[in-house]
């Protein structure tokens, strides 16, 4: 994705649902391609990817297993028992392994978003590892 020029499209909306989606782009702080991206985005991902949903969070929109943890989650859990594989099935011994997959399929298409959050959880154990080493 990173290395492709985004493509733009044309489509014919009706005015009143234009108007209804520039309305919740503008709420949400996004541009109406910005917000059209990230709904198309996510409708594919839920065709793609059954066992998964998206949650607001005071960050945002996340991806995350349906009634389980967020992808992130999953993410830093696999990096954490790299050397044990069999480990992250046993960490998340509640989710089917199908699920598993669907998530770490998930991460693999949209990595940028699920590092971001990779790196404000590493950043905030950091910083409260620095607080508390101080206190």
Do not use: C
């Amino acid at each position: 994705m990173p290395t492709v020029a985004d493509r733009p499209i044309s489509v014919k909306l009706r005015p009143w649902l234009e108007d209804e989606l520039r309305r919740e782009f503008e709420a949400r702080g996004e541009s109406t391609s910005e917000g059209l991206r990230r709904v198309l985005e996510e409708w594919w991902a839920l065709r793609r990817f059954p066992h998964l949903e998206f949650r607001e969070s005071l960050g945002g929109r996340r991806a995350a297993v349906e009634g389980g943890p967020e992808i992130w989650e999953i993410v830093a859990a696999r990096r954490e028992y790299r050397s044990n594989p069999a480990a992250l099935q046993e960490h998340f011994g509640w989710l089917q392994e199908e699920t598993l997959e669907e998530a770490l399929a998930y991460y693999e298409r949209f990595p940028e978003r699920i590092d971001a959050l990779l790196e404000d959880n590493d950043r905030a154990g950091r910083y409260l590892a620095g607080r508390l080493g101080r206190a």
